[in-house]
């Protein structure tokens, strides 16, 4: 008995060692080598692509002449020369940048919400984990406060009357929205000017005598923060390693980051082979990428085009640092932060996104045809809707077009009878619709996301329904 099993356990043996050598005689070690740098290196993206997205921001951000613990904003609504991804067009963004290393906890000053103006938004890490919701949808319920953001191992006890956010990075930022209590130039400048005058970040060390919070304008010059999809990703991923304390759920990617050059303590100088390798590598990350977003994402609507653009396990993980006892959705959140940026600790009924890449055919929406979209009469809305044009590749505004996109709230907007709403989406505005009308560019392809904010029941109820985009001559 014991001779028959023998033969058979070396047998199978035979059996598992024989696919390994005719990979060995097919690959040499140097392409197995390769392939396991390409392979690891597919991997490394995916799990560093908040931080790369942060990152690219951040680098914007010192492109116009600033850096940390100062305030980039746009003291207008803003047009395409802002290529963060998928930016809200109809807000007036103000984004701080942190960094507690050297100067320890730092305070940023979040004001009441009044008829002067309101303030929403979320303070996160490097790794757009959102630390705390501020205004009236966060923790401060729209009193204002003043949030403490503490370094990584703080150990001091903080002191009272502030809100405070242990954060487990160094670096960080805020995504902050001033609210536009009316429209036209009037509403954005009292939008503007409540920003200016209200919001302030300094080192707690200074709280007794703040210095002036410096606030650099970036409205109307080029902030280009969309990804590279080339060796400068890694870069980027490199510099925040380097920089930043290994997590404990991240511990298995230090040999797996080592193994393509990134290590920390270490130089990242990858050779000419290495940099080829990488190459191919982002390619390949950018196209899974692109594959998942097209096929990841459940109809909200049945038999409709429109999807929520946000996978249910990262949702689930949002006000715990993505984290939970049994998961770590590393591939969700990658997905997310391949398309847009910024994380809300806690979702509500604030507000709701759609997204549509296809017309009602199921092809790609193609910025050389022309397209409608009819909104149906009463949307289920306490505020606003909003239709955004981007460019589908780079998830950001379509560089060089005039508009993009249109609003419920636009004065111009022409409404029908019935009271729908046909909107237009094409490179050439249709014979009398263009105040309809949002331009796209001939020879790319581009994606629609429609913002419904103050979003109520006969939505979620599915009793109103957007129609699918159709393509119109």
């Known amino acids: 008995m014991r001779k028959v099993f023998s033969a058979f356990s070396a047998l199978a043996c035979l059996f598992l060692l024989l696919p390994e050598r005719l990979l060995a005689e097919q690959c040499s070690s140097q392409d197995l080598v390769q392939r396991n740098i390409e392979r690891r290196a597919v991997e490394a993206a995916n799990w560093g692509m908040p931080v790369v997205n942060y990152d690219r921001m951040f680098q914007a951000f010192k492109a116009a002449g600033s850096d940390f613990n100062q305030i980039v904003y746009w003291s207008g609504l803003f047009d395409w020369k802002n290529q963060v991804l998928t930016p809200n067009p109809d807000t007036i963004y103000v984004l701080p940048f942190f960094d507690t290393k050297e100067v320890g906890p730092v305070v940023i000053e979040i004001p009441p919400a009044g008829d002067d103006g309101s303030i929403t938004g979320t303070i996160m890490d490097v790794w757009q984990a959102a630390l705390e919701d501020v205004g009236p949808a966060g923790v401060d319920k729209g009193k204002g406060g ?185 591939d969700a959140r990658g997905m997310t932060d391949y398309w847009g940026f910024s994380t809300i600790k806690h979702l509500g009924p604030g507000q709701f996104y759609l997204m549509s890449t296809k017309d009602d055919k199921g092809q790609s929406l193609d910025g050389g045809l022309t397209y409608k979209l009819t909104v149906p009469a009463n949307a289920p809305v306490s505020q606003y809707w909003s239709a955004v044009v981007y460019d589908r590749v780079t998830h950001a505004l379509i560089r060089d ?51 419904l904010y103050g979003p109520e029941k006969p939505l979620f109820e599915k009793s109103w329904t957007l129609p699918d985009i159709v393509s119109v001559k």
């Not at 400068?232 to 759920?249: A, G, H, I, K, T």
């Not at 000419?272 to 692109?290: D, M, P, Q, V, Y």
């Not at 009878?417 to 490179?427: E, I, K, N």
């Open 146 to 330: 003043k949030y403490l953001i503490l370094p990584p191992g703080y150990k001091d006890t903080p002191p009272e009357g502030y809100i405070v956010l242990p954060s487990s990075t160094y670096e960080g930022y805020a995504l902050l929205r001033s609210t536009l209590k009316s429209g036209g130039d009037a509403g954005v400048k009292q939008a503007v000017d409540y920003v200016l005058k209200s919001i302030k970040l300094y080192p707690l060390s200074a709280a007794a005598n703040p210095p002036a919070t410096k606030f650099v304008d970036v409205l109307g010059k080029l902030f280009d923060a969309t990804i590279p999809y080339d060796l400068s990703f890694y870069e980027s991923l490199n510099r925040v390693v380097q920089y930043e304390p290994w997590l404990p759920r991240d511990k298995v990617m230090v040999d797996l980051l080592a193994s393509i050059g990134i290590k920390k303590g270490k130089p990242f100088v990858p050779d000419t082979a290495t940099k080829k390798i990488l190459g191919e590598a982002i390619n390949e990350t950018r196209a899974l990428l692109s594959l998942r977003y097209d096929t990841v994402f459940e109809p909200f609507f049945e038999g409709r085009r429109w999807f929520v653009p946000a996978q249910p396990e990262l949702v689930a993980t949002a006000a715990s640092f993505y984290e939970t006892p049994d998961t770590y959705p590393i």
């Open 401 to 451: 077009v005039s508009s993009p996109g249109r609003s419920s709230l636009a004065q111009d907007l022409r409404t029908n009878p019935d009271g729908t709403v046909d909107l237009y989406f094409g490179p050439k505005a249709p014979a009398g619709k263009s105040s309809n009308w949002t331009p796209t560019k001939t020879g790319g392809r581009f994606e629609v996301l429609f913002r």
